[in-house]
């Protein structure tokens, strides 16, 4: 037997699954049979809903494993505009953290992950207002596209059309679904998609997957029924156990699942096509047609030994070239399966993290085969060839240079975008869950005259000494980056001040200057800093004295770094969480700057952290001095030092202390001291005692930004000293006003807000205020959170306020 294998050049290997692009590991014994099984039938089913962790893993899992049709989940946002139980990345940051969520979730229940251009704006009262903001037929679009790439049989919606769906981006994305189920199959409909191969598809049937969630019960017995909770021998678990393990990917929202074994039914409504009355797949024929490749088929399963796949191997190339016209077969899985018989591996990897645009990057590839019997491998590289022995690993060397081009960045965030959608300009890069066009070696492996390509992922690969062997993406930056330490800088009464820049080099022996571009009136002292990084990695830190022109209330900062003639204008942020990829980022190196009339009466606040916000930081740029407790130092120290308390955001959420310092911060309010706790969710509570007087959370929230605050007690002190709060000072804060109110509140408590979203009643429970003793007592589900970081001038003046004795 004589396989051959060439290692092109590396190239930029586009692909609409991304999973085609991914180091090459042999599947084991069970997962090759599984996948042998899985041949004989090709059909489909596109999974649609809203958001990362929307979607259903378990029927999922049950789909891609049990019923072996190909099965993909487009959800169509990211997740942005959630909350994150992790960290305090926030808006297109926590979109990436939730995408690459999705895709390991994808690798547990074997499932393939789309998205469309919509941008999570937030919560999302009705399908209207979702629509209004996303731009509904660009969205329908991005539907339509992927239901003609992907060609499912079946179209299963999350969610229904009406306000059961809870919100508005879930009631979206089923009228997307339904109109877009239609839209696919009409040539008539985004006609400029319908080349490159690309046809109007018709599904057979959509329907809706309804579910019953406690309180909220939406199947009935005439709906299909069907258990997914089976048991696979060859996976050694039931799809409720693969389908937890799956869901517990999405750490950022907190859904560690428990794994469940044992029947478990899902339920289905029709909406639209043909009705199904006993199967999804009713009057779809998802088996392969073929008599001859049936047969073929029948014979390698009979004939398949687990101690010894490579016995198949000669079958598995016949099937090969028998199906090699076959339309709806399984051809990448084949490939998968021929390779795994003969346990190929190969990798490509570069020796260090990161590489500059200009710089030479020394790529390296490794293969092994590791068959039970004898097999004879060659490879070629250019004008290089070489023999692979079995189980001995080789390798082969080539350059390949960073281009301009090929800077790491997601393709979706290139450009500036409005709230509602990313701009995406190339119709072909829709859909993709990351870069369709990332840096990739192409390998082809040629047996028995059977081509068979593969991208490998160009990765830096490492070891940890308490992880191991670690893959990480491979970083293409700019030659230096100029980083902000914040994304809006409030200048106070309009007073100067320093904005520190951390500059970074990714490359050797660079000389330039990191300039400041300001707008008309705004001066910059200096007007430019020079630096000299001689080594890679090499950081300095360059401090800027801003002073805003006079009656300037807001403008915009541009960092500029001048190389040789070259302008470059990109700050760098990387983000490393064990249960994903790290992910790294250059945006723009640029600032919101806001002027605002302030005044803070107490400075030296503590700050105890929840889940992650970037409140403190914000707290720092006006003057506070922030000292960062945890619940072991409230426990031990004396908190009398301090002018108030800040609790960070879901602290009852994610602290198992929680009720343990509860006696100490309400001594420390009795003694004159000001407490200050901001939102919890009203679930998974470690806590349900927040302040001396009770009141309860719920999930009630004011969505609309730019909602009508009305004061009703325009005289209390919060709203008059230091500052006074005006109506002006609710004029542009970002995505929703607050979330999780109060509700249930003792009488002790002072509401003075009243905030409604649109065809709503006033709403009193955003902010709670109890004098304690000596001191004050304030509960907030405003959202600080979101707009302090955002530079918003009227949310520091009345978080002064509340702080205020």
Known sequence: MNIKTFFLAAMLLPCFVKAQVQQLNALNSAEIAQGIASLSVKGSVLYMAAHPDDENTRLLAYLAKEAKVRTAYLSLTRGDGGQNLIGNEQAELLGQIRTQELLAARKVDGAQQFFSRANDFGFSKTSEETFKIWGKQQILADAVWVIRKFRPDVIITRFPEDARAGHGHHAASAIIAREAFIAAADPKQFPEQLKNGITVWKAKRILWNTYNFGNNNTTAPDQLKMDVGTYNPLLGKNYGEIAAISRTNHKSQGFGSALQRGEAFEYFSHTAGEPAKVSLFDGIN???????????????QQQYKVNQPSASLTDLLKLKNLTAKEQGFNHKLLDELIMACVGLWAEAIVPEASYAVGDSIPVTINAIYRASSPVKISGQLKDRNIDLQDNRLSSMKYNLKAEKSDI???????KEHPIGYYAIDQQDEIGYPENPNGLAASVQFIVKGEKIEVGLPILFKSTNPIKGEQYQ?????????????????????????????NLKSFTKNVVGDVVPVLPAGWKSSPEKITFSLTQKGDGQLAVFTITPAANSTSATLNLQ??????????????????????INLFPNATAKLEVADLKIAGKRVAYIDGAGDLVA?????????????????????????????????????????AKNVYNKLMDYVKNGGVLLEQYNVNNGLKSTNFGPYPFRLVNKRVTEEDAKVTFTKANHAALNQPNKITEKDFIGWVQERGLYFADDIDPKYETILKMNDTGEAPNGGSLLIANYGKGKFVYTSLAFFRQLPAGVPGAYRLFANLLSK
């Open 561 to 582: 770094v001048k190389i040789a003639g070259e302008t470059e204008s990109k700050g760098f942020r990387t983000i490393r969480y064990d249960h994903i990829p790290n």
């Open 408 to 414: 790491t960045q997601p393709y979706y965030l290139k």
């Open 617 to 657: 930081n914000a707290l720092q740029q006006v003057g506070y001095e922030v000292v960062h407790l945890n619940t072991t130092q409230i426990m031990l120290n004396d908190l009398s030092s301090f002018d108030a308390i800040v609790i960070g955001v879901r602290f009852f959420n994610v602290n198992e202390e």
């Open 286 to 300: 998802i088996s392969v047609s073929n008599k001859q490749v049936l047969d073929l088929l029948n014979q390698i």
């Open 473 to 501: 993406p491979l970083v293409i930056a700019p030659k230096v980056t100029a980083t902000l330490s914040d994304q809006a800088y409030l200048f106070v009464n309009g007073q100067p001040k320093a904005i520190e820049v």
